[in-house]
C-alpha cells in the first residue's frame, strides 16, 4: 500500500482527488479509494457543498483526458484516474453562442455532455427544424486562416466563461446576436492562450484556431440594420405528424432579418477547388462531445446542412427549415463556393428579390379546399399516386427515339457536332447515322448507369447541352449531346439523370424531373412566354417589377458578375427583367424554387478534399457526392475517374496513420486527406450511404446506433 511518484495508488490506500466545482468556483478535496464508483464520489461531493441544491445536470469532467466521466458505476481504477489528477464538477448544458445557417448569431443553452449528433438534435428541435440528421456543427475558423491553409483542428485551453453582458438567460431560451459578418468589426482582440501540441506532434496556437473572440454586444442605442432581437420563445413539444403553425415558430427563423454586405468583414470566397476544399474544414465529429473536441462555454459553433440531401421539404411543417436552407443556399451563390452562369445568377436573383418582396405577405390558400381535402393531397403526393396514375401503361417500356446532335471530342476529335438519330432504352443510349439504319449495327452504345450527368445550357442563346462523363476502360469518357428545343432537352436531361442513378424512363419520378428541369429553362428566360406554376397549369408571364430604391446588387449576384455588369443600372435591369418569370411566386414558392434550382447546379452536394493516394507523388482532389467519389483534376475539376456507392464493399479508416482506404468490387483506393481530418471525409461516406437509406415514411426516426455504425470509423 503506497503511493508512486505518478500519483497511481497501490493496494488499498486512500488519497486526496481535487475536485473544482466550476459554477461555485470553489475546490473540494475528497478523500477517496480506487474502488469508489463515480456516483458516490458526486454523492458526497454534494453532501459536502449543498444537499439542497438541483445538481441534476452536473457531471464529472476530466480535463487532462477530455472525457467526461458520465458511467457512474465505473470505479476510478477502471478509469484509470490517480491521485495526481484534478476533476471538474461542472454542468452538463451550457451556453454557447451558435451562428445559424442565415448568419444571425443567437445564445444557446446546449449539452455539452452528449455526442454532436444528439447536441444538433436538441438545437434543431428547439429551432423547429425537422430532420436534423442532414445538419451538423462546425467551428468557426476566420477566413485569413483558411486561406493561408493552416491546420483545421482547434485547441482551447480551457473553459471561457461569458463575459458580463452576455449571461444566460435562462434554459432553453434563445438570445439573438448580430451575425459574424456583420459584428467582426467590433469584436476584441484574441484570447492570449498557450499553444497545445498534439501527439503528432504539430503544434497549434489556440487562439489562433477556430474560436470567434467574443465581443460586448451592441447597447439599447444600436441603431444598425440587424438590431438585437428579443428572447424567443421555446418552442413547444409537439409530434411532427401533427404539424406546427406558424405562430409556434420564430418569426425571425422563418424570415431572416436584412444582412447588408460588409466589405470590411472578412468572408471567404474562395477561387479555386483547393480553397473550395477548405470549406470542409472544422466539422465537428459527430461521434464525440463538444467538449471533447475543444469547444467550451461561451464559444462560437456554426450550424450548417452539411448532408445535401433533402427529404421532405413541405412548406406546412417546415417554414423554418425551408428559410434557413434557403439562407444557406443564398450565401453559397453569393459567396462563390458553387459555380454557375450568369444567366443562372440572374434566375437566382429574381428568386431571392420576389422572396424578400413577398415576406409578410400571407400564403396563398385554396379556399376550395377544406382540411380534409388538403390531407388527402398530401396522402396522395406521399403515395406517389400521381405519378403512378400516369403510368396507364406500365408494361410498354418507354422509349424516346430522336435526331440528335453529338461530339466526342476525346476519341472522334471532331471540330464540330455531327447529326444522328438516338435511342434511349433502359439504361442504354444507341445512335445510328440515320432512321433507316435503327435496325442494323449502332454507330454507338453508352450504359449510362453510374455516368457523370451536367447540363451546358444558355436559354437566351438556345444552347442546350447535356455533358456526359460515362466510366470505361480508360477512365472517363466525355460525351456532349446537343438538343434543339427546351422540350426535347428537358425530356433526354431527365432520361440521364435517370439513368445515372440507375433508374429508367419507366419511374415514377421522371415525369416530375422533366417538369423540373422545364419550370427551372422558363425561370432562365428572358421571353415573355408561359410560366407553370405548381399545379402544371400555365399562366402568362407578368411584367417586370420595379425594384426598390435601397436596392443593392451585391446582396443579389455573385461579385464576379457584378464587376462584369456594364453599370448598376444595366446589372438591375436584367435582374428585374429575370423578375418577371418568378413575380407570381409567394415567398414560400420563390424559396423552394430558389432551392431547387440550387440542387440543379453540377457542384450541388460535391464536397472536395485535397489528398495524396498511396503511391501518389503529388496532391490531387478528391470529391465525395450522395452516391460516388470522384477522383478529379485539381487545377480544372474535370472528372478523372468515379466509383460509385453501389459498387463498394466496405471502407475503413487507419487511424494512426490517417489513411482512408475504400474497397470496390476489383478495385482498393486508399488516400490521405491533407486539407482536413480524416473522420470528416469518413463521415461523409457514411453519412449519404446512411441518408440513402432512409424510408419514404414521414414519420421516421432517426436510427443513431446505424449512423454511429456507418460514420464512427469501424474497421
Given amino acids: 500500500m503506497a503511493l508512486l511518484e505518478n500519483g497511481t495508488v497501490v493496494g488499498d490506500a486512500t488519497w486526496l482527488l481535487p475536485i473544482h466545482v466550476t459554477d461555485m468556483n ?14 458516490g464520489i458526486m454523492l458526497r461531493l454534494v453532501e459536502e457543498i449543498d444537499v439542497t441544491r438541483d445538481w441534476s ?62 447536441c444538433t438534435q436538441q438545437l434543431c428541435k428547439e429551432l ?53 459578418s456583420a459584428s467582426a468589426s467590433n469584436l476584441s482582440g484574441p484570447r492570449p492562450l498557450p499553444a ?32 438585437l432581437m428579443n428572447r424567443s420563445p421555446v418552442l ?15 418569426p425571425a427563423l422563418i424570415h431572416s432579418p436584412r444582412i447588408p454586405p460588409n466589405k470590411e468583414a472578412g468572408i471567404f470566397r474562395p477561387t479555386n477547388f483547393v480553397e473550395k476544399a477548405a470549406l470542409n474544414r472544422g466539422w465537428l465529429d459527430s461521434s464525440r462531445s463538444l467538449m ?9 459553433v456554426l450550424l450548417r446542412f452539411k448532408y445535401m440531401t433533402f427529404f421532405d421539404l413541405n412548406p406546412k411543417y417546415d417554414p423554418v427549415r425551408i428559410n434557413q436552407l434557403f439562407e444557406q443556399a443564398k450565401n453559397s451563390i453569393l459567396f462563390e463556393e458553387f459555380d454557375h452562369t450568369e444567366e443562372e445568377s440572374m434566375m437566382f436573383a429574381a428568386l431571392q428579390l420576389q422572396a424578400a418582396l413577398q415576406t409578410g405577405n400571407p400564403e396563398p390558400v385554396d379556399a376550395d379546399k377544406d382540411d ?20 396507364a401503361d406500365i408494361t410498354q417500356v418507354p422509349e424516346l427515339a430522336e435526331y440528335l446532335k453529338y461530339f466526342k471530342p476525346k476519341k472522334l476529335t471532331l471540330k464540330g457536332y455531327k447529326r444522328a438519330y438516338f435511342t434511349f432504352r433502359d439504361l442504354y443510349l444507341s445512335w445510328h447515322n440515320s432512321v433507316t439504319d435503327i435496325h442494323g449495327p449502332a454507330v454507338g452504345r453508352f450504359c449510362l448507369k453510374g455516368c457523370e450527368v451536367s447540363p451546358d445550357v444558355n436559354v437566351t442563346q438556345g444552347k442546350f447541352c447535356i455533358k456526359l462523363l460515362v466510366p470505361s476502360a480508360e477512365g472517363m469518357t466525355e460525351f456532349v449531346l446537343k438538343c434543339d428545343a427546351e422540350g426535347q432537352y428537358a425530356r433526354w436531361m431527365a432520361a440521364c439523370r435517370l439513368a445515372a442513378r440507375g433508374k429508367t424512363m419507366a419511374d415514377a419520378t421522371y415525369q416530375p424531373e422533366v417538369d423540373s428541369i422545364k419550370k427551372l429553362l422558363q425561370m432562365q428566360s428572358g421571353g415573355h412566354q408561359a410560366v407553370s406554376n405548381q399545379n402544371g397549369s400555365s399562366r402568362p408571364r407578368a411584367p417586370s417589377v420595379q425594384v426598390p ?81 470522384m477522383r478529379m483534376n485539381i487545377e480544372t475539376g474535370e472528372s478523372i475517374k468515379t466509383w460509385r456507392f453501389s459498387s463498394m464493399k466496405k471502407w475503413h479508416v487507419n487511424w494512426e496513420i490517417k489513411h482512408v482506404l475504400v474497397q470496390f468490387e476489383g478495385e482498393d483506393v486508399e488516400f490521405k486527406t491533407l486539407s482536413a481530418d480524416c473522420k470528416v471525409c469518413h463521415e461523409f461516406i457514411g453519412g449519404y450511404i446512411f441518408l440513402s437509406l432512409r424510408s419514404k415514411d414521414q414519420n421516421q426516426t432517426m436510427n443513431e446506433e446505424m449512423f454511429q455504425k456507418l460514420t464512427g470509423g469501424w474497421s
Fill in 549 to 629: 430604391s435601397d436596392f443593392n446588387p451585391d446582396e443579389f449576384v455573385a461579385q464576379r458578375y457584378t464587376r462584369r455588369a456594364r453599370s448598376r443600372q444595366h446589372l438591375q435591369q436584367r435582374i428585374s427583367e429575370a423578375h418577371g418569370n418568378v413575380r407570381t411566386l409567394s415567398c414560400q414558392e420563390a424559396k423552394l424554387q430558389y432551392i431547387r434550382a440550387w440542387e440543379a447546379l453540377p457542384e450541388h452536394g460535391t464536397h472536395y478534399f485535397v489528398v495524396r493516394f498511396r503511391a501518389g507523388r503529388k496532391p490531387e482532389l478528391l470529391a465525395v457526392a450522395f452516391n460516388r467519389i
Fill in 26 to 39: 470553489v475546490f473540494r478535496k475528497l478523500r477517496v479509494r480506487g474502488d469508489m464508483h463515480i456516483g
Fill in 292 to 300: 471533447e473536441q475543444g469547444v467550451f462555454e461561451g464559444d462560437v
Fill in 196 to 227: 497545445m501540441q498534439f501527439p503528432s506532434g504539430q503544434i497549434f496556437n489556440a487562439s489562433e484556431m477556430g474560436t470567434l473572440p467574443r465581443g460586448v454586444s451592441p447597447g439599447p442605442g444600436y441603431s444598425g440594420t440587424l438590431p
Fill in 128 to 180: 423547429g427544424i425537422r430532420y436534423h440528421e442532414e445538419l451538423s456543427l462546425k467551428r468557426f475558423i476566420p477566413p485569413d486562416l483558411l486561406k493561408r491553409g493552416l491546420g483545421f483542428e482547434a485547441d482551447q485551453a480551457g473553459p471561457q466563461p461569458i463575459r458580463p453582458g452576455e449571461e444566460s438567460i435562462g434554459p432553453g431560451t434563445l438570445r439573438r446576436q448580430t451575425p459574424i
Fill in 236 to 250: 413547444p413539444s409537439v409530434s411532427w405528424g401533427e404539424g406546427l403553425s406558424n405562430e409556434q415558430f420564430d
Fill in 372 to 391: 380534409v381535402d388538403v390531407l388527402l393531397d398530401e396522402l396522395e403526393q406521399n403515395l406517389d399516386a400521381a405519378a403512378l396514375n400516369r403510368r
Fill in 57 to 118: 445536470d452536473h457531471a464529472l469532467w476530466w480535463p487532462a483526458k477530455r472525457k467526461w466521466l458520465t458511467h457512474t458505476r465505473s470505479t476510478l481504477d477502471q478509469l484509470c484516474v490517480t491521485a495526481a489528477m484534478e476533476l471538474e464538477f461542472t454542468p452538463m448544458h451550457k451556453m454557447a453562442r451558435v451562428q445559424l445557417p442565415d448568419l444571425q448569431m443567437i445564445d444557446a443553452r446546449l449539452d455539452f455532455s452528449v455526442n454532436t449528433v444528439k
